[in-house]
């Protein structure tokens, strides 16, 4: 660049603060000229001067026009008031954007300035020095602008202005769910939101506040009064005070009185609180229904008012009935055909109603929706003695005489002495001084009366015996098939009607045993308890509400139900319409289900069909055995076998469950164990590995103990089976344990490898495929280190082993014809090889000839057989992968299970405890509702329920939640579900 004159430069030297500007002018440019302000950013603001040229173009303060020669023009001087530039002023502190503080601080600099000027929200320039504070400031957005001035008068143009909020409302919370004031349930289920964008903290009885997000589940809440409480932050940071608050009572846990209806059952707790659940189709819950059907069902017990002083109830078809203290009755539901006892004109109603100014003893609903009865009815005793029936009376059910409908209570003869009753759908009994009366349809001698007529219209006579103290009628409708009826007298069974090997005609004597103390029937099922305690049944089953594993379509003998004896009442519910006296298949809902209670703190349990909810368990799906509505224990460890489940509870105890075959719950006692039985009576397990045939587990002091099948002499013996858990590698302390046994010959008995609290690796068992991976082929019947390295973890499968040792790398072994070690071949191994050089690896899980592993950032890859879609990779991939592929691009999984061999399976869950399966969906495996097909991608678990924790079966799955809750599903054929029958194929509550 050259200069056109001396003038030019000595002015440029004088004047370095416009050094560009006048080299820019210097150069002959035929632009024109402009002048710029070193400084000048980009974000300042620039104020209007009062000097503009002709042309309407602004001339800043001091500027100086040049001539196209670069020599200064006639108004290039010093404007009259002789004012310069102060140069560019930087804001160095401000508030934020959005905040909730009412005062501001900023921080100015400006080295060429000789003082500043502030002003706020546009109203006028004041003096001001930095730091410059305004408080007290109201709500909303405000304007910040600064400027500098000079010694003689110059001020800045360009200056720095800053705008932000002020937000001094704090959010407001309002609950969306929260559960009922008072509930039997130990668990709870909140729902919130906030009148604006916020964050939320949430604390239980006063604890540490905790961040947390709706919806919040609460579980393991003990009885008495809870508090939880929500507060919410918004972004301005301003905190909710006081912070919204919901109180209720677990109530305990015991009842007093329970009943079964059709398809709703309801129960009086110890406390006189009264709950009902399952189906609400007619309000027979003591709730008006909603729309939607689905919404009609209510899973867990609801309670029907606020009133604590009930003291019995009973349940018909779509109507509810029940006694408080002071001895008045109370009806809530369908009136159909009159049986709610209010009067004609009563509609349905959805809270209790007085029925009359009477005084109740005992009360018991019945009748059905099928044809041809239609119809429905209530009959109570009152505390005088008498009886009194009211509804539909067709056959002459009531027994007041005729055939006609009441619609209030209606007396029974004139009789008193009545100390039981009960109805179905065509016929009544009851007792009186100690016989037993019986009155209505009497087709085919079903209620055994010494008459030909086909309808007794008033009570008549059974025998001529004494001594009767309970009778009970079942609730079906089966075109050619009758109702049970039993009874008991002077402590013996007896039975007739509906009734396997029994005449129809003729009550006879159940066994020989006189020790009956109650009996109750179902639509073709019939449940007694013994003095003992201890629950049996019999009849007709479908594997349903007998309570056990059983495929004969009629039992004739009382079997027992269950381990437990301190069996307390017994109600059998449901109805079923079918064609003919054999066939079972049903044409209608199958609806048999029990409920019963046990002295145990009087605990309800349930069992049966639970297609809307009746057996009370918070899910719909059967259940075979009795299943406790309280869930309360938790658990620390689970390990899922082939067909089995063990876990250790948080108490330190140890339980099993499922295919036994005298390997699995210690005693040999039984095939199938359905329900979670307890190993031993210690309280000081800490983890649990499972197999088919093969359980070990670790106490608390590090010690390595194992039961089941020793086919490959794992225990220093020859063969047989060990039912005691029995220590193994008593010279180590052991930090984890893996197991593996199958039934299948090329795999030759099961084997262990477990890490012992130093990090080294000992393997044991069978070892013909080299999976020991001692390099050789040889099987070890003691505990045999593997190699010198460090080891973190380690996963056994049918014939491959994977571990990852302390440094992160990860190393397999053992067969290999799928690609199942990830090494780029098929070439089985005798010896750990690494798989690939990473040495991020932080979880490996084996699986049927398939392996998949996480690593440190989270990331999943799998590899092997992939013919199922167990690789998760898509439908693209079919053919072996022999090599780590990822699976998808998440990188937030936190935990692995895969299946055993007959089903290729993953499964996982991902931060926030999602989880997901792919593969095989047989029996409902992968948990989405359905129970066929395949998923060659993961696909999410159909559930709300967030686990920590994940174990897979051959055919099932089981998963802690974040509560420390066992959930399982798939397949239950061998009971390895926990209680379930069948397929479940969504996650299920498991509770011993």
């Not at 990473?838 to 992939?866: I, M, N, P, R």
């Not at 097909?933 to 897979?952: L, N, Q, R, W, Y």
Request: hydrophobic fraction near 30%; include cysteine; charged fraction near 20%.
């Amino acid at each position: 660049m050259v200069f056109q004159n001396r003038w030019t430069t000595a002015f440029v030297l004088l004047l370095g603060g416009w050094f560009f500007l006048v080299i820019s002018l210097g150069c002959g440019s035929e632009e024109e000229p402009v002048m710029l302000n070193k400084n000048q950013g980009t974000n300042n603001h620039q104020e209007p001067d009062a000097d503009l040229e002709p042309d309407g173009n602004q001339m800043p303060d001091n500027h100086q026009q040049f001539d196209a020669n670069g020599e200064p023009d006639a108004n290039g001087e010093p404007d009259a008031n002789g004012e310069t530039d102060p140069g560019t002023t930087v804001l160095l502190a401000a508030p934020e954007e959005l905040t909730n503080d009412p005062a501001a601080t900023f921080e100015f600099s400006n080295p060429d300035a000789d003082h500043f000027e502030c002003q706020l929200d546009q109203h006028g320039w004041e003096e001001c020095a930095s730091p410059h504070t305004y408080s007290d400031l109201g709500e909303g957005e405000h304007l910040f602008e600064v400027r500098g001035r000079s010694a003689d008068g110059g001020q800045e143009q360009n200056y720095p202005t800053h705008s932000w909020e002020i937000d001094l409302t704090p959010p407001s919370t309002t609950w969306v769910e929260t559960p009922p004031e008072q509930t039997l349930e130990g668990q709870a289920h909140f729902s919130f939101e906030a009148d604006q964008p916020a964050t939320f903290e949430c604390r239980l009885n006063g604890e540490t506040w905790d961040s947390c997000t709706p919806p919040v589940d609460l579980q393991g809440l003990s009885t008495g009064v809870h508090r939880f409480e929500v507060r919410a932050t918004d972004e301005a940071g301003n905190l909710e005070e006081p912070p919204l608050e919901y109180e209720w009572e677990v109530l305990e846990t015991g009842w007093r009185a329970l009943s079964t209806g059709f398809s709703h059952a309801c129960g009086i707790s110890d406390t006189g609180v009264l709950y009902c659940w399952g189906y609400n189709d007619s309000g027979a819950l003591g709730m008006e229904p909603v729309t939607a059907n689905v919404d009609n069902k209510h899973p867990q017990p609801i309670p029907v008012s606020d009133d604590s002083d009930w003291i019995d109830v009973a349940t018909g078809f779509g109507n509810s009935c029940a006694i408080k203290e002071d001895q008045t009755l109370w009806c809530w539901g369908s009136n159909r055909d009159g049986a709610l006892g209010l009067g004609p004109t009563w509609p349905t109603t959805w809270e209790p109603e007085q029925v009359g100014d009477q005084q109740w003893e005992f009360i018991t609903a019945g009748g059905t929706d099928r044809p041809p009865s239609f119809s429905a009815r209530t009959c109570g005793i009152q505390s005088d003695g008498t009886l009194w029936c009211w509804g539909g009376n067709a056959y002459g059910s009531l027994g007041v005489g005729d055939e006609e409908d009441r619609d209030v209570p209606t007396q029974v003869g004139v009789e008193a002495g009545w100390t039981a009753v009960t109805t179905n759908e065509r016929s009544s009994c009851g007792i009186r001084d100690g016989r037993l009366y019986c009155w209505g349809s009497n087709q085919g001698g079903r209620i055994a009366v010494d008459s030909d007529e086909n309808i007794i219209l008033e009570p008549m006579a059974v025998g001529e015996e004494t001594g009767w103290t309970h009778i009970a009628m079942g609730r079906t409708l089966s075109l050619g098939q009758t109702s049970p009826i039993c009874g008991i007298r002077d402590g013996k069974l007896i039975c007739w009607a509906g009734t396997p090997d029994i005449p129809a005609d003729e009550p006879t004597q159940i066994g020989e045993d006189d020790d009956w103390l109650t009996v109750a029937t179902g639509f073709d099922t019939i449940c007694g308890i013994r003095t003992d305690q201890t629950l049996w049944c019999f009849g007709y089953t479908d594997g349903y509400e007998l309570g056990f594993f059983e495929d004969s379509t009629a039992i004739s003998e009382p079997i027992r139900i269950g381990d437990y004896d301190d069996w307390d009442a017994i109600q059998l519910g449901g109805h079923r319409i079918s064609i003919g006296t054999t066939d079972k298949s049903p044409l209608h809902e199958p609806g048999g289900f029990a409920c019963g209670l046990r002295m145990d703190e009087s605990s309800l349990a349930c069992w049966g069909s639970n297609y809307r909810g009746q057996l009370g368990q918070g899910f719909y799906s059967d259940s075979l055995v009795p299943v406790a509505t309280d869930t309360s224990k938790t658990w620390s460890s689970i390990s899922t076998g082939a067909i089995n489940t063990c876990g250790v509870a948080t108490d330190g105890t140890l339980w099993c469950w499922g295919f036994s075959d005298g390997a699995v719950t210690t005693d040999g006692a039984s095939k199938y164990m359905i329900f979670p039985r307890q190993v031993g009576e210690r309280d000081d397990w800490r983890d649990v590995a499972s197999s088919r045939q093969l359980q070990c587990a670790l106490d608390t002091d590090d010690e390595l103990w194992c039961w089941g099948s020793n086919l490959s002499e794992l225990f220093g013996e020859d063969g047989g089976t060990i039912l005691i858990p029995t220590r193994l590698g008593e010279e180590v302390q052991w930090q984890s344990v893996s197991v593996q046994s199958t039934p299948f010959a090329e795999l030759k008995g099961p084997r262990i490898c477990g890490i012992t609290t130093d990090n080294d690796l000992y393997c044991w068992g069978s070892n013909h495929l080299g999976q020991l991976g001692d390099g050789s082929t040889d099987s070890h019947t003691e505990p045999r280190a593997i190699g010198e390295a460090t080891w973190d973890q380690i996963s056994l499968a049918d014939g491959h082993s994977c571990g990852i040792q302390t440094d992160g790398t990860l190393w397999c072994w053992g067969a290999n014809s799928r690609g199942q070690l990830g090494l780029g071949s098929e070439e089985a191994h005798l010896s750990p090889q690494q798989v690939g050089q990473d040495s991020d690896w932080a979880l490996v899980e084996t699986g049927v000839q398939a392996t998949c592993a996480l690593k440190t950032d989270d990331s999943l890859y799998c590899w092997g057989a992939a013919e199922s879609g167990q690789l998760g990779l898509g439908d693209e991939e079919e053919d072996d992968v022999l090599t780590p592929q990822q699976v998808g691009s998440h990188s937030d999984w936190i935990d692995l299970g895969l299946s055993y061999r007959m089903t290729n399976r993953s499964c996982g869950i991902r931060e926030g405890g999602e989880t997901y399966c792919w593969g095989s969906n047989s029996r409902g495996a992968l948990g989405t509702g359905e129970r066929w097909g395949t998923e060659s991608s993961p696909v999410a678990v159909d559930t709300d329920i967030s686990f920590t924790t994940i174990e897979s079966g051959w055919v099932h799955n089981c998963g802690l939640d974040t509560q420390g809750y066992l959930y399982c599903w798939g397949s239950d054929k061998q009971g390895q579900l926990g209680a379930p029958i069948g397929a479940i194929p969504t996650p299920q509550t498991v509770a011993p």
